[in-house]
């Protein structure tokens, strides 16, 4: 038995390879381009593991996809792989069209000819479980209720435009052919390894540097915070149980100002490391919103809980000292990635030959 996991050496996908490995000996196959967003140095303690096979490639590259799937013969495909940063998706749409979009309708497309060509119990067992967020349905008023897997589709920026094209044609593969899908969408993730172009890293960074901490707008826009780690226990749920067909939201009950998330993250930095500059919040710099900035996520998660019992391990108070503990510790990595080493550290660590 193996894995197909897209996206592996981002964010969230790192923490789930890392996650599944520490809890199951089944190999995982780990597809991943290595964009800006990729990070092989998040996976380095595989290094030498043979249940981690690691393929720098594309998910538009049909005839890599037809090869690993021929080679491997996952059990699933587990879906991360994405453009993902909303600010970037306004600069320059194009590259979320073509991963997000024409990437998953390739991964789509492979996945019908290899599981239309398995019988029986293999071809019964095998998922395609798609990696969404909750930003499709758009933005709530202050007293709406939070999303339900019902909620209408309305995304307002290219990214959520784009994951939502992803959505429809995931659902559409099932519909129309019977491809055994399921979809989580799941609110704003936080912890180890975020890549400090998102908001919690790069406030931690940026205090630690002594360079202003952006807050966009008025900084009274909500999201909804998981800790990375209850995404991918979720996410195992869904694909060890979910039902075929059905989507899942993820969240973790948190629904948080912008500004809210920035005071804490500094009075933590205040308590594990003080500047003698004065507290960090002084360093806070509101600057212009961002174009059509949504205003309020929030997910009602109580559909997973119900059929498959989930629940997030983690509170936002508990998930955010570990994340920010997490950037102190590991400063090596965020010197990495702000210096572009990470880049480099590819060639340094397995030489020219590394990839398919
Ligand atoms: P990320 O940007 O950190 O990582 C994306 C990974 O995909 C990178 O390793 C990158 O190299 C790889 N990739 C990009 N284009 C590729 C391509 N064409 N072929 C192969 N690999 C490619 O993203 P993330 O935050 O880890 O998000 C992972 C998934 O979860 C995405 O689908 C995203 O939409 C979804 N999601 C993210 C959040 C969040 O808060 N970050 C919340 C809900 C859902
Ligand atoms: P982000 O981490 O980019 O995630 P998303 O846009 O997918 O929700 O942003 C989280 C929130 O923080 C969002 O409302 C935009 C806001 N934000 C800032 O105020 N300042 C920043 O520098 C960034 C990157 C985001």
Redesign the pocket.
């Known amino acids: 038995m193996t894995l197909l996991v897209?996206?592996?050496?981002?964010?969230?996908?790192?923490?789930f390879v890392l996650d599944w490995l520490g809890g199951s000996d089944e190999p995982v196959v780990n597809?991943?381009?290595?964009?800006?967003?990729?990070?092989r140095q998040n996976l380095a303690s595989l290094d030498g593991d043979p249940r981690h096979i690691f393929v720098q490639?594309?998910?538009?590259?049909r005839d890599l996809i037809d090869r690993l799937l021929l080679a491997h013969r996952p059990r699933a495909i587990v879906?991360?792989?994405?453009?993902?940063?909303v600010d970037r998706s306004i600069h320059g749409p194009g590259?979320f069209m073509?991963?997000?979009v024409n990437?998953t309708f390739t991964l789509l497309e492979a996945a019908r000819g290899y599981w239309g060509a398995l019988d029986g119990d293999e071809k019964a067992a095998f998922r395609f479980h798609h990696?969404?967020?909750?930003?499709v349905y758009g933005s709530l008023g202050p007293t709406d209720a939070p999303f339900t897997e019902t909620h209408a589709y309305e995304p307002n920026s290219p990214?959520s435009a784009s994951?939502a094209a992803?959505d429809h044609l995931v659902r559409a593969w099932h519909h129309t052919y019977g491809l055994p899908v399921v979809t989580?969408?799941?609110?704003?993730?936080?912890g180890p390894?975020?890549?400090p172009e998102?908001l919690i890293p790069l406030i931690i960074v940026n205090a630690l540097a002594g360079k202003p901490l952006p807050v966009y707008g008025d900084g009274q826009q909500v999201r909804d915070w998981?800790y990375?780690k209850d995404?991918c226990s979720a996410i195992r749920e869904v694909l060890a149980r979910g039902r075929l067909g059905e989507t899942y939201n993820?969240g973790g009950w948190n629904e948080k100002p912008n500004i809210d998330i920035v005071t804490t993250v500094c009075a933590l930095l205040d308590e594990f490391q003080p500047d003698a500059a004065g507290p960090y919040a002084r360093l806070i710099s509101y600057v212009k919103d961002r174009p059509g900035h949504d205003r309020r996520y929030a997910i009602d998660a109580r559909k997973i809980e119900r059929e498959l019992g989930w629940r997030p391990a983690e509170t936002f108070d508990t998930g955010i000292r570990k994340t920010v503990r997490w950037y102190l510790d590991n400063q090596p990595w965020v010197h990495n990635v702000l210096t572009g080493g990470y880049r480099d550290w590819v060639t340094q660590q397995y030489g020219a030959e590394q990839g398919t």
């Open positions: 897209t996206g592996g050496a981002g964010f969230i996908g790192s923490n597809l991943d381009a290595l964009t800006y967003a990729g990070n490639g594309d998910i538009c590259d879906h991360f792989a994405a453009e993902s940063h590259a073509q991963t997000n990437g990696v969404s967020t909750d930003e990214y994951k992803s989580t969408n799941c609110s704003n993730n936080y390894f975020h890549f998102k998981l990375v995404h993820i």
